[in-house]
Nanobody, 124 residues
């Protein structure tokens, strides 16, 4: 079992950047990992995912060209670099992990381990 803790959220103006981090309590070498986000009243949605080696990654259309997901298995961390932020990016961002290969179509139910979430607010 792995425990995940996110950090790095905050308030930023539109056009700005943030870097989210997720630190795992145990080894994450065999886990696919992802960032999801959720706004009140809406379903949790995938932002980006990455395979265990870091070679494979996938981005939701809303994140392509602006966000970068990367991981450091030795440091047990997952990160999300977010550039050109827009007010529509405002949400609680969650780090998630699952065993097995990363699948772009996987929804939140495919992920067994979750962090507590970190708030990102983008002002216009």
């Amino acid at each position: 079992q792995v425990q995940l803790v996110e950090s790095g959220g905050g308030l930023v103006q539109a056009g700005g950047s943030l870097r989210l981090s997720c630190t795992a309590s145990g080894g994450i070498y065999t886990y696919s990992m992802a960032w999801f986000r959720q706004v009140p009243g809406r379903e949790r949605e995938l932002v980006a995912l990455i395979g265990w080696s870091g070679i494979y990654s996938y981005y939701a259309d809303s994140a392509k060209g602006r966000f970068t997901i990367f991981r450091d298995n030795g440091k047990r961390t997952l990160s999300l670099r977010m550039n050109s932020l827009e007010p529509s990016d405002t949400a609680v961002y969650y780090c998630a992990a699952k065993s097995g290969v990363p699948i772009a179509g996987d929804g939140p139910d495919a992920y067994a381990y979750w962090g507590q979430g970190t708030q990102v607010t983008v002002s216009s």
